[in-house]
């Protein structure tokens, strides 16, 4: 299986459940004895099951940032990990991973084939990523960086012109310059957000908005992303970009 996904099958009494290779949509799962109950909501769990924080994770999440393997912050919540599917049969419960990121493989190829066979795999993910979008606008967080230039550059090889790029963060720096120039030599729409006490509201953490993202960007396993929340939020609220970018 391949793309991003979450999916839960039920064949009478038997239930299969999985997650994509990078856990994009998370499920959670309680299970005791005479229930087995599946939500893509950790505080739902939380607020209807009567859970209380498990004092060892909160331990490891402060240390690390979050939580390993199939816990949460919670006792007897459980996640699906990525790569992972889970058969619930007769009141048994059977485990497995479809991937494990862990190869013992050992390539003999030399560097220039190594080199064309990334290619081509860089080829067949631009497509399919241009598949999913079907025309739909393409919303490209550009940095300084390698990783997101290169997208931009493998969309304008592939002649997808609806790309839009931002940049934000403070003025004139390397990040800023840089992605104006590739944004710019590869014919694409770039805006710099500024982040300063003006484009960041300074009440963010009581802002409805804000609470519903750290809610499903943490989910009770890891620390949230915040960074491109208040870039992303000013693209939205000032309808720069579609709404079914």
């Given at each position: 299986?391949?793309?991003?996904?979450s999916v839960?099958?039920?064949?009478?009494?038997?239930?299969m459940i999985?997650?994509d290779k990078?856990?994009?949509f998370?499920?959670?799962?309680?299970?005791d004895?005479n229930?087995?109950?599946?939500?893509?909501?950790?505080?739902?769990?939380?607020?209807n099951?009567?859970?209380?924080?498990n004092?060892v994770?909160?331990?490891e999440?402060?240390s690390i940032g979050?939580v390993m393997?199939?816990?949460?912050?919670?006792?007897?919540?459980f996640?699906?990990?990525?790569?992972?599917?889970?058969i619930?049969?007769?009141?048994s419960l059977i485990?497995n991973f479809?991937l494990d990121?862990?190869t013992k493989?050992i390539?003999?190829?030399?560097f220039?084939?190594?080199?064309?066979?990334?290619?081509?795999?860089?080829r067949?993910l631009?497509?399919?990523?241009i598949?999913?979008?079907n025309?739909r606008q393409?919303?490209i967080?550009?940095?300084?960086g390698y990783?997101?230039?290169?997208i931009a550059s493998?969309?304008?090889?592939?002649?997808y012109?609806n790309v839009?790029?931002?940049?934000?963060?403070r003025?004139n720096t390397?990040?800023v310059?840089?992605?104006?120039?590739?944004a710019?030599k590869l014919?694409?729409n770039?805006?710099f957000i500024?982040y300063?006490?003006?484009t960041?509201?300074?009440?963010?953490?009581q802002?409805n908005?804000?609470?519903e993202?750290?809610?499903f960007?943490?989910?009770y396993t890891?620390?949230?992303?915040?960074?491109?929340y208040?870039?992303?939020k000013?693209l939205?609220?000032?309808k720069?970009?579609d709404n079914?970018?």
């Amino acid at each position: 299986a391949n793309g991003f996904f979450s999916v839960i099958i039920q064949k009478e009494k038997s239930i299969m459940i999985a997650v994509d290779k990078t856990r994009t949509f998370p499920l959670f799962y309680i299970n005791d004895k005479n229930d087995f109950i599946i939500s893509d909501d950790c505080s739902f769990l939380k607020d209807n099951y009567k859970n209380i924080l498990n004092e060892v994770n909160i331990d490891e999440f402060l240390s690390i940032g979050h939580v390993m393997g199939k816990e949460t912050l919670l006792q007897n919540i459980f996640q699906v990990q990525a790569g992972e599917y889970l058969i619930i049969d007769h009141n048994s419960l059977i485990k497995n991973f479809y991937l494990d990121y862990l190869t013992k493989k050992i390539s003999t190829k030399n560097f220039s084939e190594l080199k064309l066979e990334f290619l081509d795999i860089l080829r067949d993910l631009i497509q399919r990523f241009i598949k999913f979008a079907n025309g739909r606008q393409i919303v490209i967080p550009l940095s300084g960086g390698y990783d997101s230039r290169l997208i931009a550059s493998l969309l304008r090889q592939a002649n997808y012109d609806n790309v839009f790029c931002y940049t934000y963060g403070r003025k004139n720096t390397y990040e800023v310059i840089r992605s104006e120039k590739v944004a710019k030599k590869l014919n694409y729409n770039w805006l710099f957000i500024e982040y300063n006490l003006q484009t960041i509201d300074q009440n963010y953490p009581q802002n409805n908005k804000f609470q519903e993202f750290y809610k499903f960007a943490s989910n009770y396993t890891s620390t949230f992303h915040m960074q491109d929340y208040f870039a992303v939020k000013y693209l939205h609220d000032n309808k720069i970009i579609d709404n079914d970018a």
